[in-house]
């Protein structure tokens, strides 16, 4: 039987209604207003964009995401200080970059090396635009840096230093981001969350980057407390599996469904730079929009305690 046009209109109005908070939210999010997923590459979601007069830094820049963020970063216009464990691979991976990348050595088990990286960006005297905490290792087995698990200190410690150390120069710019890079794996962390009481690794080592991850995650979320009522923000990115030079010390990994770099590189590079994303803050993002998180990643307490004893063991280096 024939539906009347009245009746049409009542089942349409009703079906908007009913679907009109799912598309407001879809539209609210950053990949419904870009159109961008998990196939999208970073030179695609910056198109368009003039980075000319902004510095971004982004460490780990002599292979894999990081060169893949330096490149792009550079390729619309941004000054970029790309780093590297050492002088000659910063060189090489700069070189290779079209637009102005500067190379900075930065070894992050070393804090004074650490030290001397911001030192040297300090006095650059410019504002940092977007600070890229990228760099990382992936350990097969346990080791140790003056006692403490090592992925901890690379993938984290050495990270809230140098951040601490610049801080002031993210501040300074028009809106300064500091974009960490997490995993999605922050959930596989030990039980309990940090293991403050045994930073050292034994017991839980197997699960250290997971650990690490972790770590990165709460930093950005008590780095963003922290810059409430500033310009500057702080977003932690899942750049999704990428296979790249990190899983060296334990095999290929992730498989035949691995993203490319440019691929990997696409999210770090959308919320370090993208107009969308100006004032997002204390945010956790996957394929450009805000991604699950377990309940440790989000425990503001453990996030303050984890600042705090991150500046406990920096103390001689924070200036």
């Known amino acids: 039987m024939p539906v009347a046009p009245t009746r049409r209109r009542f089942v349409k109005a009703a079906l908007l209604a009913t679907l009109a908070p799912v598309l407001a939210r879809a539209a609210d999010t950053p990949a419904a207003a870009g159109g961008f997923g998990p196939q999208s590459t970073a030179e695609e979601v910056t198109r368009g964009l003039d980075l000319a007069g902004r510095t971004a830094v982004v460490t ?41 990348a500067t190379p900075a050595v930065l070894e992050l088990t070393d804090f004074d090396s650490v030290v001397a990286c911001a030192t040297r960006i300090e006095r650059m005297d410019v504002p940092v635009d977007m600070l890229v905490c990228n760099a990382g290792i992936v350990l097969g087995e346990h080791q140790q840096v003056d006692g403490l698990e090592k992925q901890f200190v690379v993938n984290h410690l050495g990270h809230f230093l140098l951040t601490h ?38 017991g839980w080592h197997a699960r250290g980057y997971s650990h690490s991850k972790l770590a990165n995650g709460l930093f950005s979320l008590e780095l963003a407390r922290r810059l409430r009522g500033t310009r500057a923000t702080s977003n932690c990115v899942s750049p999704g599996h990428v296979r790249t030079n990190i899983l060296r010390n334990v095999g290929n990994g992730y498989g035949k469904n691995a993203r490319t770099v440019h691929q990997g590189a696409a999210t770090p590079c959308y919320v370090a730079a993208h107009p969308a994303l100006a004032g997002a803050s204390g945010g956790f993002y996957r394929d450009f929009e805000p991604a699950e998180q377990s309940e440790h990643q989000t425990d503001a307490a453990m996030a303050a305690r984890l600042w705090a004893v991150s500046e406990a063991l920096t103390r001689a280096y924070l200036g």
Not at 63 to 85: D, K, N, Q, Y
Not at 179 to 187: E, F, M, N
Request: hydrophobic share 35%; proline share 4%; net charge positive.
């Open 60 to 100: 780990g820049c002599n292979s894999g995401i990081g060169f893949e963020i330096m490149r792009v970063l550079a390729l619309r216009g941004a000054h970029v200080i790309g780093t590297a464990r050492t002088a000659e691979k910063g060189r090489e991976a700069c070189g290779r970059v079209q637009g102005r």
């Open 165 to 202: 150390r610049l801080l002031d120069r993210v501040r300074e710019a028009p809106q300064g981001r500091v974009v960490v890079l997490g995993s999605g794996d922050h959930r596989r962390a030990p039980p309990g969350g940090i293991q403050f009481d045994s930073l050292s690794g034994e």
